[in-house]
């Protein structure tokens, strides 16, 4: 089945810089690719997604990008404020199951 | 408001004394489905349900049960909890059509001692 790793678990930014996590997956029939924030205390909420017929895709100062070929993917967030701090989750649509596979998840802190 | 709503939110049990999580949606979705968040393990699948009366084991299914009578309900129940159940769990819920957009709910933080 698939299997979805993420990295960094932590990371840790000034505000303004870039920040960037990184996901990989095993299924290579895999299409689809949302990326979730979860805020304190609040449930996790999509913020972005791709499948598997582009290779990027933009929302303001959030992107992700997919390289099928060598089966991973990345969230890329700009000019990142106080609150982008979260924990961000990739996951992978698993096209056996039609279930969702979640990565370990990255806790970003945007220091003021 | 469209919403997933899970109650409790916070629960502190003792190990055996069977409790329920409680789990509606307002989105006429046919998905719905139970996860369990713990550090360093993201989100695992507990169960989930097509539709009604429709149940399948997730990825950690053990010690968990779950029942579809209604389209909007879907309860978490742990019949004899055990420490190894501490954890934080969401439900969530999807339209089977079109987009696989899950809606979460806030989380229940379960503690069994």
């Known amino acids: 089945g698939e299997n979805v790793e993420q990295h960094p678990s932590t990371l840790s930014v000034q505000e303004g810089d870039s920040a960037v996590i990184k996901c990989t997956y095993s299924d290579s029939a895999s299409n689809y690719f949302p990326w979730y924030k979860q805020e304190l205390g609040k449930g996790p909420q999509l913020i972005i997604d791709i499948r598997s017929n582009v290779g990027e895709k933009k929302d303001q100062r959030i992107a992700v990008t997919l390289n099928k070929t060598a089966k991973h993917f990345s969230l890329h967030i700009t000019e990142t404020q106080p609150e982008d701090s979260a924990v961000y989750f990739c996951?992978?649509?698993?096209?056996?199951?039609?279930?969702?596979?979640f990565g370990s998840g990255t806790r970003l802190l945007v220091r003021p | 408001e469209a919403q997933v709503t899970q109650n409790p939110r916070y629960l502190i049990t003792v190990t055996g004394k069977k409790l329920t999580v409680t789990c509606s949606q307002n989105m006429n979705h046919e998905y719905m489905s139970w996860y369990r968040q713990d550090p360093g393990l993201g989100l695992r699948q507990i169960y989930y349900s097509m539709n009604v009366e429709v149940t399948d084991k997730g990825d950690v299914p053990e010690g968990y049960k779950v029942s579809r009578k209604e389209k909007r309900n879907f309860p978490l129940i742990l019949e004899s909890p055990s420490p190894n159940q501490t954890s934080l769990y969401f439900c969530?819920?999807?339209?089977?059509?079109?987009?696989?957009?899950?809606?979460f709910g806030a989380g229940s933080r379960l503690t069994v001692l």
């Open positions: 996951a992978a649509l698993e096209d056996s199951s039609y279930k969702l596979i």
């Open positions: 969530a819920s999807r339209d089977v059509s079109g987009a696989n957009v899950l809606t």
